[in-house]
């Protein structure tokens, strides 16, 4: 059942409650409302989604990208994410600088790994989905909002709009609190605690990407919210962008063009990038960020109405510079019949 994280927690309980989680800080995701999913979304008839064994796999790649001789505004950007740790939650940013080398700076360059991972990889290497704790399998870590500033290390978290934890991630001390905290949010006992581990380098992060290719260890995630809103449509209920922790959220007006990006150069501002991989969508994006039920079953959704699991893209960066909302995004001229 769908339960979250309960104050109780902070005092060394392990105690949940149900009811409706805290909404996380920031502003929501730009987004066009769709007029059929407000009307059928009372009355739609969805199937509560129990565990999925969708695995987050990439379906399509490319080695080379074709010419694109001519690009032509297709939408905006609209919001802008990074998440510092892996399987956390998402921190908005106003503007952001990119580049080849580091792709979203300081995009998961923490993350909480399993004890048997944490003390194999020592934070040197990227982590696979299986190795780390996020919410495909642990969706009570929706119930807790992190924020952490990447300049100081400061982790401060909220559960239902109460600071439960504020501590330093460069003093060994309260890292070993924040892992006795996820801990307890775990039901986890104290010799199965999580690592809080911090990345060796800044020669890789800890991406899904990263442990798929070192050719993609800086892609971003791009989300098209023209092909949520035709997900809204076909299924005739909302749904939320922030289920798919993308860094890079546009809105190309016509859905599922970002497909045909695969291996095709575009921009958004000044900043150019190609697409890579198709983005298959795994269980985590049943979570409701707000109640920590799975109460969407995303990828068996899309199955059944495009007969794929993608939704999004990620790309890699080749040229770098600045990115906010609002700023247009091009496109090779011609796609558009990328529509499943």
């Known amino acids: 059942s769908g339960m979250i994280l309960s104050r109780a927690a902070v005092n060394g309980t392990s105690a949940v409650t149900g009811g409706n989680a805290a909404r996380a800080p920031g502003i929501p995701i730009r987004r066009r409302p769709s007029r059929r999913a407000r009307e059928h979304r009372a009355d739609a008839g969805i199937m509560v989604a129990t565990s999925i064994p969708a695995r987050c796999s990439s379906v399509l790649t490319v080695e080379e990208s074709a010419a694109t001789p001519h690009l032509v505004d297709a939408g905006a950007v609209s919001d802008l994410y990074i998440y510092p740790i892996r399987g956390l939650s998402g921190q908005r940013l106003e503007r952001v600088t990119v580049d080849p080398d580091r792709g979203f700076p300081f995009d998961r360059c923490w993350a909480l790994p399993k004890r048997e991972a944490a003390e194999a990889a020592s934070g040197d290497r990227p982590l696979t989905s299986a190795e780390a704790y996020g919410l495909t399998v642990f969706p009570r870590l929706a119930g807790v909002s992190t924020h952490l500033d990447p300049e100081t290390e400061r982790l401060r978290v909220h559960v239902q709009e109460h600071v439960v934890l504020d501590v330093s991630l460069r003093d060994d001390t309260d890292v070993r609190e924040a892992e006795r905290f996820f801990a307890r949010v775990l039901d986890l006992d104290e010799a199965d605690r999580p690592r809080l581990v ?17 050719h993609l260890t800086w892609a971003c995630h791009l989300v098209n919210l ?16 922030r289920r798919f922790r993308a860094n890079l959220y546009v809105d190309l007006g016509e859905p599922w063009i970002e497909r045909d990006l695969i291996g095709k150069e575009f921009r958004a501002g000044e900043v150019v990038l190609r697409g890579e991989m198709m983005a ?6 049943e979570v409701n ?12 959704l899309l199955k059944q109405h495009y007969g794929h699991t993608d939704l999004g893209i990620y790309a890699n ?7 906010a909302p609002g700023l247009p995004v091009a496109v090779p001229a011609g796609i558009g019949a990328g529509r499943p």
Not at 226 to 233: F, G, N, T, V
Not at 280 to 285: S, V
Not at 289 to 300: C, K, Q, S
Request: glycine share 6%; proline share 5%.
């Open 226 to 241: 023209a092909s949520i809103r035709d997900l809204e449509e076909r299924i005739g209920h909302e749904v939320d962008p």
């Open 280 to 285: 298959a969508r795994c269980a985590a994006t």
């Open 317 to 323: 960066i080749l040229s770098g510079g600045d990115l």
């Open 289 to 300: 960020l707000e109640t920590t039920e799975r109460d969407l079953p995303i990828p068996r």
């Open 198 to 214: 911090r990345r060796a380098n800044r020669t890789f992060n800890f991406s899904y990407t990263a442990s798929v290719s070192e």
